[in-house]
């Protein structure tokens, strides 16, 4: 009798911990469903302690184009240099990585501005303006576009203008005045700067 008992308390315990309900879990969807992937704007914009003279502290830069409309923060600003005669700023509301920055996939609200200056001398970009306005100039700036998950815009037209204030190792600032009534990229920026190294 005892031995049954013993059995019939130890069969019900067993029973009781494989009926117990599993405890609820959180599942993230996979990384491209798209529809419920999102990305978070960055929105920092605190003063850059170490801004060098001719740098803001801030930046202004306000991108718009379609239903793309955010002003970009010091955190999202780069100068990605290919070679010394040629780069491409990035402004962007995501976080970048400045080595990989062109295979960024757009999810949510993701967007970007993005143009390349070069010099037709092969002389270093430095200081100085890049004015489409001035065809014969040897600063040259091109492939100026706006995108994102709803817009692909290149901006077109002889009045987009640049200039850089300060170029260094650290930084890239200055101004920009781009605009061809579609698409617009304004305002004082403080750029990281980045020298791109190929992988190959």
């Not at 008992?5 to 990384?31: D, Q």
């Not at 798209?34 to 801030?58: E, M």
């Not at 303006?129 to 706006?146: F, P």
Request: proline share 4%.
């Amino acid at each position: 009798m005892k031995k049954f008992f013993t059995l019939s308390m130890l069969t019900a315990l067993v029973l009781v911990g494989c009926n117990k309900a599993a405890a609820p879990t959180t599942t993230t969807p996979p990384a491209d469903d798209k529809a419920a992937a999102t990305t978070t704007p960055v929105a920092d914009n605190a003063a850059v302690a170490d801004a060098p003279k001719g740098c803001p502290s801030t930046s202004t830069v306000a991108v718009k184009a379609d239903d793309i409309d955010m002003t970009v923060s010091a955190t999202n600003s780069w100068y990605i240099e290919n070679k010394p005669e040629e780069g491409t700023f990035f402004f962007t509301n995501y976080t970048v990585d400045p080595q990989s920055a062109w295979g960024h996939t757009d999810v949510g609200k993701d967007a970007r501005a993005y143009f390349t200056v070069s010099t037709t001398d092969k002389t270093p970009v430095a200081n100085g303006v890049w004015d489409q306005a001035v065809a014969d100039s040897k600063n040259k700036l091109t492939a100026i576009s706006i995108s994102g998950v709803t817009a692909n815009r290149g901006i077109i037209g002889g009045k987009n203008k640049l200039e850089i204030t300060y170029f260094g190792s650290d930084y890239v600032c200055g101004t920009l005045a781009i605009d061809d009534g579609y698409g617009s990229v304004k305002g004082d920026f403080i750029a990281k700067y980045h020298k791109w190294t190929s992988s190959l």
